[in-house]
């Protein structure tokens, strides 16, 4: 099966189930529902069809665990929204791509936040946008000068640039890449309200590999699988590269976690020991630091 058709019936099912407000882990044992990171999302739904492939059954990962159907839903939402479903209850394990709040570290008490990888979020563009050829690196004040739209056309960062118009692409508000950008660029700036928002890292990828004119914000990740479609601008001269996010040079590194409010049910334990192990693969495949 095709990558993006599995990350849409996880998606779909998700929404479905959710939709019916019945609590699946105490209805039906063996059932996780897993919510949150879109940047995640590519990952963790790999991983838990692999998991489910290859042991089928919940006693095939641990003798002590009952002879039923591994069942992992898998649904994005963002950041915030995996931190408020576990809040809630809605999901078991929260994807989250950032740190967490001290507000939210209160008002979850006993909580695991697992480190599953590591991530850059990288000013990018098309390869054929024209600040891809004449701009490799921009300041942090002229990233926060474009996405606050101080400079709308290309012409205000280099006379060598058409008058152009900047395009910018931007997550929405919940969103672990648009908090760490507001948190170490934006600063007291707010982003422009004509910046097209998208509810996803796959929907912003797909808007900027086909607008030429936009300047975005974006997983490094999805970077390196798009082929040579997108041109990363290194920051303050450092680029968004893994080897900088391990260095700890580049400033806009974040952590990816998954998040279990109190203590881990056996189910949720075996998952994210999975994660932990083979998953440590699929990050690196998707071109995410691993945390190991």
Excluded: C
Excluded at 69 to 77: H, L
Excluded at 234 to 245: I, K, P, R, T, Y
């Amino acid at each position: 099966m095709r990558t993006s058709n599995r990350h849409l019936i996880f998606k779909m099912a998700t929404a479905a189930i959710l939709s019916l407000g019945v609590n699946l882990a105490s209805a039906e044992e063996g059932i996780l529902r897993v919510g949150g990171s879109t940047t995640l999302l590519p990952i963790i739904s790999t991983v838990a069809s692999d998991f489910m492939a290859k042991y089928k059954t919940w006693n095939k990962v641990n003798a002590a665990l009952p002879d039923k159907p591994i069942v992992i839903f898998v649904t994005a939402g963002g950041s915030s929204f995996g931190v408020k479903s576990v809040m809630n209850d809605t999901i078991d394990i929260g994807m989250v791509s950032r740190e967490l709040k001290d507000k939210e570290v209160e008002k979850l008490g006993t909580h695991q936040s697992i480190l599953v990888g590591k991530d850059a979020v990288a000013i990018a563009t098309s390869a054929r946008n024209p600040l891809a050829s004449l701009k490799t690196a921009l300041s942090s004040d002229e990233v926060a000068r474009i996405f606050s739209g101080e400079v709308s056309h290309f012409r205000g960062l280099n006379k060598a640039l058409p008058n152009k118009q900047i395009v910018l692409l931007v997550r929405d508000a919940g969103a672990g890449s648009t908090e760490l950008l507001q948190e170490e660029i934006m600063k007291e700036r707010q982003i422009s309200k004509n910046a097209l928002q998208l509810s996803s890292q796959g929907a912003l990828l797909q808007k900027l590999q086909n607008n030429h004119s936009a300047v975005a914000y974006i997983s490094s990740g999805l970077i390196m699988q798009s082929e040579n479609a997108l041109k990363s601008i290194a920051l303050d001269g450092v680029a968004a590269s893994n080897e900088n996010v391990m260095n700890g040079k580049y400033k806009l590194a974040r952590p990816m976690y998954l998040l279990v409010k109190g203590t881990p049910s056996p189910y949720m334990k075996a998952f994210a020991d999975y994660v932990l192990a083979d998953g440590q693969k699929v990050v690196e495949r998707l071109g995410y630091v691993p945390a190991q």
